[in-house]
């Protein structure tokens, strides 16, 4: 009895500190708690990296942004205001920091 008590103990306490990293699409969370433990589970680059990344690439400051899986994977969706007044949405590989596609207001 005391045997089974100690497994049972031993496993609880691995994995009490998985910050809910065996839950892969961790449903039910808003974006920030959902990137959260993507970051914690080592899925995903911070928000900071990815925008210091991708900061090359654009011409406005973002004013928006989402945490989403397409297609199997994690994206960060960045909406900024480029300088002839238009919302531009790039959509970036959130393991990588890859642009993955951008669309523009015409």
Known sequence: MAAAILVYLAAASAGADDHGCGLKDY?????HERARRAVACGEIMPLA???AAVRPHISGNVIETEFEREDGIWVYELKYIDPQGHMVEVYVDATTGRILKTEGDD
């Open 27 to 31: 449903d039910g969370d808003s974006d």
């Open 49 to 51: 990296d990815v925008l």
